[in-house]
């Protein structure tokens, strides 16, 4: 009995905080109520961007750096893809709109002339003048004899090198190096196919190390070790002779030493006779040192017209300017004309 009393006094006292029980509501069961929702009013869709935009507007506030291609704001026609037959997309290209191909490939819609323009202008509070004395480019030629060049390649591609941009190459004129003649001469052997003697030019190329850096100081390192290497003279080289010279040497062959001999001769004859319109050549000085005679205008005709001959081989303007230098030595006048004999 106590149970049962406490038991119904607690759910008078539950009742009594409650005004009604909770309705248990069946999922499925309950009427649904035929009320209709408001419909929403769709936002109309806006015109694409590009037919909204004014003639002169500023492409560099559209287009401001690298982006996708995205059709609404180019204000062009393009089109890009493939029609395989002539009844797709009626054989015409497909547009632009929604063209996944103009996306895949990358533009230069960010590097008008417009774009550049603003590019410098940022760019020119950082840049110097040029320097005075560099106007022109033998003027920079003379002040920068040696030229570097390297290339760097961007692409799309796993890794960011490129093993082309490793290659360095070096050019500079052989007659801006201070070499004498066998110096030169050495030089030029050592080097090998890397000079061009049409130019005077000396490239070297490399791309034997992995990096553009250490191929600049191999070129660098290769250039400095020849040039000291070519004035090193050997004790052989002394010995050699006129038979064993690469070319033909004036001041070393027997016709300097017959042409000195032949001018104090006839000096000495000259002086001899009696009056002076007997001179057999008038322009020889009373000095008939070997120094004085080789600083002679006609000694020194003689030996360019020699020299041409025997290095550059015979033509009709050798032979011809070697036998005005040969009257002119012995003070012959007139001669045969060349150009009206033939």
Known sequence: ????????????????????????????????????????KRRQIPPPRYRQMPIDQDWTNVWPAASTFKWSVVPFPVRQGYVETATENDGVIPPKYANAELMKIPNFLHLSPAHVKKHCAALKEFC?????????????????????????YVFSGPSIRDPRARTVTVKLHLSDLELDYHARDKFIRLVGDCYNPDSDEVVFTSERCPLKRQNDDYIRYLLTAIYFESWKKEAWEDEKAEEDMEKYFWEISKSKDTVIKLLQTTKEIDKASASA??????????????????????????????????????????????????????????????????
């Open 1 to 40: 009995m106590t149970v049962s009393y406490m038991y119904a006094t607690l759910i008078g006292l539950i009742c009594e905080e409650e005004e009604e029980f909770r309705t248990y509501e069946i999922p499925g069961l309950k009427i649904k109520d035929d009320t209709r929702y408001k419909q929403r």
């Open 128 to 152: 110097t003048e040029w320097p005075a004395g560099l106007e022109t480019d033998e003027a920079c030629q003379k002040h920068f004899p040696v030229e570097v060049q390297s290339s760097d």
């Open 277 to 342: 319109g007997d001179q057999k050549l008038q322009y020889l000085p009373d000095d008939t040192s070997e120094e004085s005679l080789l600083a002679l205008k006609e000694v020194q005709e003689y030996r360019d017209a020699i020299s041409e001959c025997m290095n550059d081989g015979e033509d009709d303007n050798s032979i011809s300017k070697y036998g005005q230098a040969v009257r002119k030595l012995l003070g012959i006048r007139g001669g045969v004309n060349t150009e009206a004999a033939s």
